[in-house]
Nanobody, 114 residues
Framework: VQLQASGGGLVHTGGSLRLSCAASVSSFSINAIGWYRQAPGKQRELVAGITRHGSTNYAESVKGRFTISRDNAENTLYLQMNSLKPEDTAVYYC???????WGWGQGTQVTVSS
């Protein structure tokens, strides 16, 4: 499985970014998938998840600011991030929800300056 995460960058507090994760896997559409992030010196955490049917869930820290979506025809997962805060700074990854079956890939760096 190859996971290509992109869309990260450097933004100021309050800014927005849209992350994408393209997955080269035939089972993309049948899997629940999530966005995870890992900040320096911290454990990787689940940020948002979406089921195969489109039901979503979010970490409390990002509720109301982040929106996860998926395009099964394009095997791509998205994360729209608004009202970004410095504490959102991390490397963001996509993977299957909870089970992390696909490996982690390189992720995409998000840096929010204060």
């Amino acid at each position: 499985v190859q996971l290509q995460a992109s869309g990260g960058g450097l933004v100021h507090t309050g800014g927005s970014l849209r992350l994408s994760c393209a997955a080269s896997v035939s089972s993309f559409s049948i899997n629940a998938i999530g966005w995870y992030r890992q900040a320096p010196g911290k454990q990787r955490e689940l940020v948002a998840g979406i089921t195969r049917h489109g039901s979503t869930n979010y970490a409390e820290s990002v509720k109301g600011r982040f929106t996860i979506s998926r395009d099964n025809a394009e095997n791509t997962l998205y994360l729209q991030m608004n009202s970004l805060k410095p504490e959102d700074t991390a490397v963001y990854y996509c993977n299957t929800l909870y089970t992390a079956q696909w490996g982690w890939g390189q992720g995409t760096q998000v840096t929010v300056s204060s």
